[in-house]
């Protein structure tokens, strides 16, 4: 679908590696930015107001769109990982089509408010309650798909293979709805999936404890014909390094990279429980790593070694996963302020290279390599936020980059356009018009997510 050419005039934007003042972004009717002119002191005749700093769109490189129905209640009491898994399983458990298509379209226009234009869906519950396929196999993965399309955002579409309750053995009862049986049948079903003008379609190992080893191989080679991201959870939990080296004798890093998962095109999510050796194998293939902050504390994973990926050779993006959160601001600042925690110095990233974390690294891990700045030829895709606001408000001098790192927060998205489109206008969904209701109405529908049973 062709759009009409527009332009929008930045009151500040980010750009060139500095914040500017008064910049006019052209769009064309392919979705992409035409041209970037700074020094326009006045909004020229026709083009839109934007008033704030204009910033590249967020990509949201790990996201779980279902785990959104857990937020305010597996913060209740104590427990582990292990014990969240559980209310996960309901959750999933209860999950249908029909349901998945408005909890994520919720999901993805509460993102879309917080700035983010492109997410990375980690999809994994594929089939019926109890492992039957649904009369069209990839209606889940269609049903996320169409929801990012009404909410107005990207998606790339992880579709994940998931076998193993653990290292050969067979799925728990609350598993079988994501497993295909084997690599091979996964293959057959993702290569339905197509790509689309707002949708990519990837690939994602969700473990190694969940992948038996011999069939990494048929996933690498599916994403390597396509030249598809491909994704995969790395040493999120000290268990699972325990479990790899009882099967193995090695870790799970050591395990992905002798079967050939490592590599420029793959990032690893977590990352947290890491050797010298890993942390040397990853950023020597080019490996991206996913941090995801919010949720590695909420669910009490650790800190894992992000600083030390990046000096080995690790580009780092950014995903709010669990949703305990939806705000990469706060994703891109925990990952520098939980560095600090564990080292007690400051200062191991500047803002701009938190933001590209939260922007063109993001975005190229899901494949999006031409979104993500904003200059000409990349894809129009931008994000707003407020200097007015208690939170950002400051003399106009000292504008930076670290305004939006380490003062904003989603709730200060006052715009957010995605392919030329104007998705969110002055703080509003334009495609979705009450984000609360819709998320409460289909949190609701999903009993599970009322801690009832599936």
């Known amino acids: 679908m062709s759009l009409t050419p527009q332009s929008y005039w930045a009151e500040y934007a980010c750009t060139g590696g500095r914040v500017e003042r008064g910049v006019v972004v052209d769009t064309a009717a392919d979705g992409r930015i035409a041209a970037v002119r700074t020094g326009a002191a006045a909004p020229p005749v026709g083009a ?13 490189a790990h996201s779980h769109a279902f785990h959104r129905a857990l937020r ?3 913060q209740q009491g104590s427990g582990t990982f292990w014990t969240w898994r559980e209310a996960m399983y309901r959750v999933a458990a209860a999950l249908t089509p029909d349901t998945y298509f408005d909890l994520a379209r919720a999901a993805y226009a509460e993102m879309a408010l917080a700035g983010i234009t492109c997410v990375g869906e980690f999809h994994y519950v594929h089939h019926r309650a109890g492992g039957a396929p649904y009369e069209e196999p990839n209606a889940m993965g269609e049903a996320l798909i169409a929801a990012a399309a009404e909410a107005g955002i990207r998606i790339t579409l992880l579709d994940t293979v998931y076998l193993s309750s653990g290292f050969g053995a ?5 598993q079988l709805r994501f497993s295909d049986g084997d690599a091979e049948a996964w293959a057959e079903r993702a290569t339905a999936l197509a790509d689309r003008p ?23 080679r599916w994403a390597e014909d396509r030249q598809a991201p491909l994704h995969v959870h790395l040493s999120e939990q000290p268990a699972e390094n325990e479990a790899c080296h009882a099967a193995h004798g090695v870790t799970p890093t050591r395990l992905l990279a002798d079967h050939g998962v490592l590599g420029p095109r793959t990032s690893a999510v977590h990352a947290t429980h890491l050797t010298d050796e890993d942390i040397a194998l990853l950023g020597g293939s080019g490996t991206t790593i996913c ?23 690790s580009p780092l993006s950014l995903g ?4 305990a959160v939806i705000d990469l601001f706060e994703e891109a600042r925990a990952m520098e302020l939980d560095e600090r925690l564990r080292t007690r110095t400051r200062g191991h990233w500047t803002a701009a290279q938190l933001l590209r974390a939260a922007t063109a690294d993001g ?8 979104a993500g700045r904003l200059e000409a030829g990349a894809l129009a895709d931008f994000t707003t936020i407020a200097l007015d606001s208690a939170r950002t408000a400051g003399p106009p001098a000292r504008l930076g980059a670290e305004t939006a790192v380490f003062a904003a927060t989603g709730a200060d998205v006052r715009h957010t356009v995605v392919g030329g489109r104007h998705v969110v206008r002055d703080g509003a969904h334009q495609l979705v018009h009450d984000v609360g209701a819709a998320l409460a109405a289909a949190i609701s529908a999903v009993p599970a997510a009322e801690g009832n049973p599936s």
């Open 363 to 370: 975005h190229a891990s899901l494949g999006w390599a031409d």
């Open 320 to 323: 709010s996963d669990s949703h």
């Open 72 to 74: 305010g209640t597996v």
């Open 48 to 60: 839109v107001t934007l008033r704030g700093l204009t910033l590249p769109g967020l990509a949201n």
């Open 291 to 313: 941090m995801c902050p919010t949720t590695e504390r909420d669910l009490a994973d650790g800190i894992g070694p992000a600083k030390r990926l990046q000096e080995a050779g």
């Open 198 to 220: 707002h949708a990519r379609i990837g690939a994602a190992v969700h473990s190694v404890r969940a992948v038996p080893a011999a069939q990494l191989a048929t996933v690498v």
């Open 170 to 174: 067979a799925p728990e009862p609350h």
